[in-house]
């Protein structure tokens, strides 16, 4: 147990969120209690994290999470380890909701990405078919979002290009999507920022400079590829191809890696199989599916295109973000930080005790 790694969870304290600043304590060894010096209140180790009171024992779960992660059937589980079909479901919906919670504060932070792709994946559902898009940095070969939807649409294309506009810094940026019309619309409609007006009135919305598009339209003949089309829409050939080689070295504009990570999808969930019986019959569970995936894929998995000759590395340490391959076990243990404390709105003046809380934990 070490006080100095964790933070306090409790929405109440005004120290939530803060690690490593002297705010907590050791409650209890035996029981793995913390204590808040500043709200004065304990908490388990365990709190917040997907392995938080469960039944089972703690060495249990992250195996069949592991299982689940890596394309294990659900029913193979509840043969060989005896637990209700009901319980590997929910467990994996924590490991999803997890996984989702972890990748905000860690994986969305604006960062310079150099080069994304972006493309859908058709689901079969229940009552028919669906879509998943998913969106991926080149460089460090991590995966940056993915979102779900019944058409493929334009609302689609907005919620996976707004995930992915939370972990862009205003950078000369690279995307090459599929040859899906609404990407580029979707794109050019998202990445703007708002421009403060003179005077009163809406402001108006300034798209970012330096984001080039070029699509990489696939042919196909009797289920072969029988051509390749790649199209700049947006820049000039000379700032596409010094982004591409900047972030993939060698090569020709395309989405091999994107497609190379759909293909893990493809063998880890069941409903994304070409040919196959499994259906989707909840959009929430594959959402939880992908989410879980996508995580451990850029944190525990390690990535034979990102490893130096010092070993191997996942895409997060490739990224910066960890400095070592987590294990599933590390990962659903791991604290998602709370978003830090405001002080509460109130009439009057602050009392002398707000003011010291404010001096202290809102500077």
Avoid at 125 to 143: F, K, S, Y
Avoid at 264 to 280: K, M
Wanted: hydrophobic share 35%; with cysteine; aromatic share 4%.
């Amino acid at each position: 147990m070490d006080p100095a790694t964790t933070c306090c969870p409790r929405l109440a304290c005004p120290a939530r969120g803060q690690t490593g600043q002297g705010n907590l304590g050791i409650h209890s060894r035996k029981d793995q209690r913390f204590l808040g010096t500043a709200c004065h209140k304990t908490f388990s180790a365990t709190q917040g994290p997907a392995l938080y009171r469960l039944r089972t024992a703690t060495e249990t779960v992250p195996l069949v999470v592991t299982v689940l992660a890596h394309g294990c059937p659900p029913h193979a589980i509840v043969v060989a380890f005896g637990f209700d079909e009901r319980t590997v479901a929910r467990w994996r919906a924590r490991g999803g909701v997890h996984g989702q919670a972890v990748q905000e504060p860690l994986v969305e932070p604006p960062r310079d990405l150099g080069q994304g792709q972006a493309e859908e994946i058709r689901v079969k559902n229940q009552g028919g078919l669906g879509w998943m898009a998913l969106a991926m940095r080149i460089r460090t070969r991590v995966w940056l979002a993915g979102a779900g939807s019944a058409p493929r649409d334009m609302p689609l294309m907005r919620r996976l290009i707004e995930r992915v506009r939370r972990g862009a810094a205003p950078r000369p940026l690279l995307v090459c999507p599929d040859g899906f019309c609404s990407s580029s619309r979707a794109m050019r409609e998202t990445l703007r920022d708002p421009v403060p007006p003179g005077k009163g009135g809406r402001p108006r919305r300034r798209p970012w400079r330096h984001v080039l598009i070029a699509h990489v339209v696939t042919r196909y003949a009797r289920r072969r590829v029988v051509a390749t089309a790649r199209r700049i829409v947006d820049g000039t050939p000379a700032r596409v191809e010094t982004l591409r080689r900047r972030s993939q070295g060698g090569g020709v504009i395309n989405t091999a890696d994107l497609e190379r990570l759909n293909a893990t999808f493809r063998a880890r969930v069941a409903s994304l199989t070409r040919r196959g019986r499994a259906l989707a019959r909840r959009t929430v569970t594959r959402q939880h599916g992908m989410d879980l995936i996508g995580t451990v894929s850029n944190f525990c998995t390690p990535h034979e295109r990102v490893c130096v000759a010092g070993g191997q590395q996942t895409p997060a340490m490739a990224a910066g973000i960890t400095h070592h391959g987590w294990t599933i076990r590390e990962l659903l243990a791991f604290h998602v930080p709370p978003p830090r404390w405001t002080p509460p709105k109130r009439r009057g003046r602050p009392s002398p005790t707000l003011k010291r809380l404010m001096a202290r934990w809102c500077s």
